[in-house]
């Protein structure tokens, strides 16, 4: 398979991008003009092969991109082995690239200050894993390492409340998955999920703080069940326990750290062949937490929809 692409980027703004000469009116605002504005045009190329041979299933790409003045190759190649009907070894290798956003580049307020010299941030992933499927029970467990050169993010340093953006140091990660999902074929429950990941990041910085590249979800546990609650009305719960690595800053410039949290979501939806009626409660029990910063969460969020198929 071989393909091609192409992309814009565009923006308008009064704080992102560069000078316009002339102003650019800002649609429902009175005397309010952009005066700032940003494009990117981003042509790529790809090629993928896939070979069946006997057990094995092999797949190869490569894709070239070119944003601006920089040119990027990435790869990826996977493969996957049928032990048995029921089990699935497979592994895959890649890289990506993701280039500094508008806001790394230009955004300045008094705790902010873009770059404009930053380079793109480069990844190398690769997984290995184990999948088996039978009747009503599915389960995979996974392990990954990722290394992340030249990574993009903002940083502080301790004591400091001012964030600037930059290519930090290399950063390491290596984690886990695993899943269990069982069907019911009978009574009142539907099915049940369940999933577990874990992640550790390695980095050199000492004595910086992140925004994002690591200040990471350590655990995250979730336990999904569905059930019906009469005739077309049923039910699904979710609930989740997650622990954040890093640290926020507090009053008077104190490092606190990340505190784990349990949440519990629920939804119950009616369904027919032409209508579907929801509501959905995220964060049943109003729970208090923090996930990134020192920005309160929202509470307890309460969404009802309907859906007509024709």
Not at 21 to 43: A, L
Not at 267 to 285: A, C, E, G, H, P
Request: hydrophobic share 35%; glycine share 8%.
């Amino acid at each position: 398979m071989i393909g091609a692409g192409y992309r814009v980027e565009h923006i308008y703004s009064t704080v992102l991008g560069d000078p316009l000469e002339n102003g650019k009116r800002v649609p429902f605002e009175d005397d309010i003009e952009y005066t700032r504005s940003k494009q990117r045009d981003i042509p790529s190329i790809y090629i993928k092969q896939t070979e069946v041979i006997g057990k094995w299933r092999l797949n190869a790409g490569l894709t070239l991109e070119r944003p601006g003045e920089l040119t990027h190759l990435c790869y990826g190649v996977s493969g996957s082995y049928s032990i048995s009907p029921y089990l699935e070894a497979n592994a895959w290798v890649n890289n990506s690239f993701r280039n500094p956003t508008f806001t790394d580049l230009y955004y300045k307020s008094p705790t902010q200050t873009g770059n404009m010299n930053l380079k793109p941030e480069e990844m190398i992933t690769g997984r290995i894993g184990i999948k088996y499927t039978k009747r009503n029970l599915s389960s995979s467990i996974y392990a990954f390492y990722r290394r992340g050169l030249r990574m993009i993010d903002w940083t502080r340093e301790s004591g400091s409340d001012q964030w600037s953006a930059s290519n930090i140091t290399n950063v390491n990660s290596t984690g886990a998955e695993y899943s269990l999902r069982y069907i019911m074929s009978s009574g009142p429950f539907k099915s049940f999920s369940f999933l577990y990941a874990y992640l550790d990041v390695a980095k050199n910085s000492p004595g910086m703080h992140s925004l994002y590249a690591t200040d990471f979800l350590r655990h995250k546990a979730a336990l999904t069940i569905d059930h019906k609650i009469a005739g077309k009305l049923g039910a699904s719960w979710v609930f989740s326990y997650q622990k954040r690595e890093g640290t926020y800053l507090g009053e008077d410039n104190t490092e606190i750290p990340y505190k784990g949290f349990m949440l519990a979501d629920l939804k119950i939806s009616w369904n027919s062949k032409r209508y579907n009626i929801s509501m959905d409660v995220t964060n049943l029990f109003d729970k208090e937490y923090l996930y990134i910063g020192n920005l309160p969460q929202p509470g307890r969020w309460i969404k009802c929809g309907v859906e007509v198929r024709l």
